[in-house]
Every structure is written in C-alpha cells, then in structure tokens.
C-alpha cells in the first residue's frame, strides 16, 4: 500500500463529495492529521473540507468534540464507543455533511491482549444521525499503521457514504 492510493482516494473522495455538494470533516487520533492532509493535498479542496480535529489526548477529544468522559473511562479511547462520539462531535462542530473518526494503538508500545498494536477503530457519522463504526488490526510499523488507517478511513468513506 503506497501514499499514491491514498492520494487518489482523496481525489475520489472529493469529486464525490463536490458532485454532492457536500462538506466531510475529520476527528483524529492515531493518524495525526493524516486523513486531513491527503484531503487537503487535492487542489480544489476548499470547495468541501474546512476543518479537521486532531484529538490526540482523552482531554482534546472531551473539549472539541464532546466526547464524555464517562465513555473514555469505561471503554478508553480506542473504542467503538469513543469513536462514535468523535464522529457526531466533529460533523455537529464543523457542520460538516459527514464525519470520520480514527482512534487507535500505533505501536510501537500501548498494546494489550485485549487491543493489540495495530487496532485501530473508525467512526463515521452522516446528517441523516447515522453512525457507523469499525475496528480493524492492521501489521507493520507505526507508519504502515496509520497509512493503513487513513486509506481505510477514505475508501469506506467512499463505498459507504460516497458511492449510494
């Protein structure tokens, strides 16, 4: 998997996104950004992506996207859970047509039996209320895991959200 696949899912995604006149936003964690960038690394991208939530620490995903800290307590913030609520407090922040949210374990360190190196959950919420979430474990080193995670990001925003 290569940064040009990422690179022409944001061309995709966005020619839909405009075909629909649609705005997406993105809440992230483990990738740091990184969804945001390959969005924004399409020219013409200011005609449906105007902000992003880099929610690193528990604290940032409370205060920018009113994730509740009951739900990092009970579940942590590499949950489905907590990526649910990321989505919903990104799309309500940014007003945003659709949201994506990413939290997961990268690695090298931070893994357990339960979430492993290389879990990483996803969060997708829509303005008809929907939210979708899912959790995939991926291989490699931390970059190959959040390169992973932003290509997964971007074409399930396009096969589910994208492509109806």
């Given at each position: 998997?290569?940064?040009?696949?990422?690179?022409q899912?944001?061309?995709?995604?966005?020619?839909?996104?405009?075909?629909?006149?649609?705005?997406?936003?993105?809440?992230?964690?483990?990738?740091?950004?990184?969804?945001?960038?390959?969005?924004?690394?399409?020219?013409?991208?200011?005609?449906?992506f105007?902000?992003?939530?880099?929610?690193?620490?528990?604290?940032?995903?409370?205060?920018?996207?009113?994730?509740s800290?009951?739900?990092?307590?009970?579940?942590?913030?590499?949950?489905?859970?907590?990526?649910?609520?990321?989505?919903?407090?990104?799309?309500?922040?940014?007003?945003?047509?659709?949201?994506?949210?990413?939290?997961?374990?990268?690695?090298?360190?931070?893994?357990?039996?339960?979430?492993p190196?290389?879990?990483?959950?996803?969060?997708?919420?829509?303005?008809?209320?929907?939210?979708?979430?899912?959790?995939?474990?991926?291989?490699?080193?931390?970059?190959?895991?959040?390169?992973?995670?932003?290509?997964?990001?971007?074409?399930?925003?396009?096969?589910?959200?994208?492509k109806?």
């Open positions: 998997m290569t940064e040009n696949k990422l690179h899912l944001s061309i995709e995604v966005g020619a839909a996104l405009k075909a629909r006149d649609f705005w997406v936003t993105c809440a992230e964690s483990c990738t740091g950004g990184w969804v945001a960038k390959a969005l924004t690394d399409v020219a013409g991208s200011s005609a449906w105007d902000r992003g939530f880099v929610t690193y620490s528990n604290a940032a995903k409370r205060e920018m996207l009113d994730v800290d009951a739900t990092l307590k009970e579940f942590g913030a590499v949950s489905e859970q907590v990526v649910r609520e990321m989505a919903r407090g990104a799309r309500y922040a940014a007003g945003a047509n659709l949201a994506v949210s990413i939290s997961g374990i990268a690695g090298p360190d931070g893994g357990s039996e339960a979430k190196v290389g879990t990483v959950w996803f969060g997708f919420a829509d303005n008809d209320g929907r939210i979708y979430a899912h959790k995939e474990v991926f291989s490699g080193n931390r970059e190959a895991v959040r390169l992973q995670a932003a290509v997964f990001a971007l074409q399930t925003l396009l096969d589910e959200f994208l109806k």
